[in-house]
């Protein structure tokens, strides 16, 4: 499936920010979805996951509680909600996606198969 993230942008300490990741296709039920994000000098790492159902979500710690992710099978699209926003929130921010037979949700980057471009994110002090 191929993926376009879009949404990132610059935002104050604080502030609110909703990225987007459609995919192409018809069978967009059967993915699950997962966010990563990717700082400079770091590894990429788990933001977000939703599975195929969008029944069940799980979020790294550092984001839990400021960010909400969902998804809308009838745009082919996930999104993440993402309120409160801290300085060490700025990264790229990668949608990905990978086909499952059950409805769990998928934390580990090396499990997905299919990538977004990447969006911006900066938070300013």
């Known amino acids: 499936v191929q993926l376009q993230a879009s949404g990132g942008g610059l935002v104050q300490a604080g502030g609110s920010l909703r990225l987007s990741c459609a995919a192409s296709?018809?069978?967009?039920?059967?993915?699950?979805m997962g966010w990563f994000r990717q700082a400079p000098g770091k590894e990429r790492e788990f933001v977000a996951g939703?599975?195929?159902?969008?029944?069940?979500?799980y979020y790294a710690d550092s984001v839990k509680g400021r960010f909400t992710m969902s998804s809308d099978n009838v745009k082919n699209t996930v999104y993440l909600q993402m309120n409160s926003l801290k300085p060490e929130d700025t990264a790229v921010y990668y949608c990905?996606?990978?086909?499952?037979?059950?409805?769990?949700?998928?934390?580990?980057?090396?499990?997905?198969?299919?990538w977004g471009q990447g969006t911006q994110v900066t938070v300013s002090s």
């Open positions: 990905a996606a990978v086909k499952k037979l059950n409805s769990i949700v998928v934390v580990t980057r090396e499990d997905y198969d299919d």
């Open positions: 296709g018809r069978t967009f039920s059967v993915y699950a």
């Open positions: 939703i599975s195929r159902s969008g029944l069940n979500t």
